[in-house]
């Protein structure tokens, strides 16, 4: 029982190991070739105002669109049970408040997670992408969360480009850095074993 024991923490070590390895590696990457769309994964909103750690990927998406990357922005994610707003619509309009004209702006409103933010924006890009041909997208979110999204968008049939926000709250610190980092092996696992991670 104990050599049972030990072997599984030699396991869990090591996939935390090569997950946390994977997860600092993909954080550095930032790619920006020309797209059919910019994807902003969703975060929290408040009645309809950004979260700090939404509006540091909305601006970062921003700034994408304006240097000319992608045509469209989508902003994607639904609402937590008794909120008014979703994170996809609220992102839309402030983009829309920011000047970006309505004809470039898309939005999902119903998913909940990473994965169901990548098939939701999939799915509204269908009408702006060629037929037959893999939807191209830069996706916008946190540096911890590229490797996962990046993954998830493969699996997805999108050719998926990272581009991590630099001012996310959660890179601030290093105790949330580091959180969200062990979080995101978690998540990770919950994706290998399940198909539809977070």
Known sequence: MRRVLLGLLVVVLAYFAVTTVLVARWMGKDERPRADAIVVLG???????????????????????????????????????GDR???????????LEQGVPASAVLAEETSRTTYQNLAGAKQVLQRHTPSGRR???????????????????????????????????????????????????LAIAGYLLSGRGK
């Open 135 to 185: 939807p191209r997208l830069v996706i916008v979110s946190d540096p911890f969360h590229m490797f996962r999204a990046v993954k998830q968008a493969a699996d997805l049939g999108i050719d998926a480009y990272p581009s991590p926000t630099r001012t996310s709250p959660l890179s601030a610190s290093r105790i949330k850095l580091t959180e969200s980092v062990l979080r995101e092996d």
């Open 43 to 81: 975060a929290a909103q408040y009645d309809g105002r950004p979260s700090a750690i939404y509006r540091s990927r909305l601006e970062h998406a921003l700034g994408l669109y304006t240097d000319g990357v992608a045509p469209l922005l989508v902003f994607t994610g639904g609402k937590e049970e």
């Open 85 to 95: 707003f979703t994170e996809g619509g609220s992102g839309a309009r402030w983009a």
